[in-house]
């Protein structure tokens, strides 16, 4: 049965997907095969192939698996399960410039409006929003068919991270597909009704980042840069990558913008100010709004304690973007 099962597995990923160019199950398209009775089960994610490709993949199924003696039925059964959902990229083209705090911080202010939010840390080395969300000790379970269920925060968004299914401080030594196998898992868990997330993801434009708008197409991308102009070239990479792609640019977000002394109240900008508005205006997208570098921010975000939920430092700001971005999803009648 062992070497029915690798076998079956072998044959299956020698089927190529076509939009990542992998096999099945190195695309995250199917898992693993399953053998009993003579017969061959095979569960495929068939979400963004045209219907006329998805026959000739099941052929090429049947006839894989079924050249392997003792199969003598190959049973293939065809999902989409994200259709109608609506998934928003946070990305930039470096780390540091804040995508967790911000992505955090937008899920909750649009959770706070009424939408039905989960936010999925894609950042799979450097996973932050357990901390963030004040959800380090709660780890999600799994469903009878092995999904994972996400954890409900305090704050009314569900949430997938890394973060939570790891030892505290561990490193994660993965190669690019596995990072992106293990995002994909987290994109495909069983969310129930949510439809509406955040997807914070690593920084740059690597096997994730692929893996991300050629399985899963977002609905549009979020663009966080700091001010000041080595941030700006990094971002304009993350823009040309999702343009070509066709995932449309939602906007720009400035964060780390303006720092207010606490002292004297003077107001200085250690990391210039209004570059990323500029970039906007020269590209043609929209400019989403500031975000301030301020201490109180960074303190409550260790804390677990997210402004937008509890109206601390920033909270006027992340809620103005967000509150762009709920326009930009459902634009006002009128």
């Known amino acids: 049965m062992t070497d029915t ?13 076509p939009q990542s160019g992998k096999g099945l199950i190195d695309s995250g398209r199917s898992s693993a095969p399953k053998f009993a009775d003579g017969a061959a089960t095979v569960i495929l994610d068939v979400t963004g192939i045209p219907e006329a490709r998805r026959e000739l993949i099941e052929v090429d199924i049947k006839r894989a698996l079924g ?27 470096k780390g540091g410039v804040g995508k967790s705090t911000l992505s955090a911080n ?22 932050s929003l357990p901390r963030l969300l ?17 954890v409900r925060t305090q704050y009314g968004v569900s949430m997938l991270s890394m973060g939570q299914l790891v030892k505290p401080g561990q490193a994660i030594a993965w190669r690019g597909p596995m990072a992106a196998n293990a995002m994909g898992q987290m994109i495909d868990a069983d969310w129930g009704e949510t439809d509406t997330f955040v997807l914070d993801l690593p920084p740059g434009t690597g096997d994730v980042q692929l893996t991300m708008v050629q399985k899963y197409k977002p609905t549009g991308a979020v663009i966080v840069s700091t001010p000041q102009d080595l941030a700006l070239i990094d971002a304009r990479r993350a823009i040309h990558f999702f343009e070509e ?6 906007g720009l977000v ?19 100010t209004g570059g990323a508005e500029a970039a906007a205006k020269e590209m043609g997208y929209d400019f989403l709004g500031r975000i301030p570098l301020d201490i109180g921010i960074r ?5 677990g304690l997210p402004p ?9 700001a992340f809620n103005g973007v967000a509150g762009k971005l709920a326009d930009w999803l459902d634009p006002p009648k009128g």
């Open 5 to 17: 099962n690798e076998q079956l597995a072998k044959a299956l990923n020698a089927v190529i997907d």
């Open 67 to 93: 050249a392997i003696e003792g199969v003598d039925d190959v049973r293939i059964g065809m999902t989409s399960t994200r259709k109608g959902r609506r998934l928003i990229a946070v990305g930039s083209g």
């Open 106 to 127: 937008l899920a909750i202010a649009l959770a706070r409006r009424g939408m039905n939010v989960g936010i999925i840390d894609a950042d799979i080395y450097g996973p």
């Open 134 to 150: 004040d959800a380090e000790d709660s780890k999600p379970t799994a469903n009878e068919d092995r999904q994972m269920i996400p």
């Open 245 to 250: 792609a066709d995932v449309p640019i939602i």
């Open 254 to 272: 400035e964060n780390m913008a303006g720092y207010k002394c606490p002292e004297c109240g003077a107001v200085s900008d250690p990391f210039g």
């Open 299 to 303: 303190t409550s975000s260790d804390e």
């Open 308 to 316: 937008a939920a509890t109206g601390g430092p920033g909270a006027d």
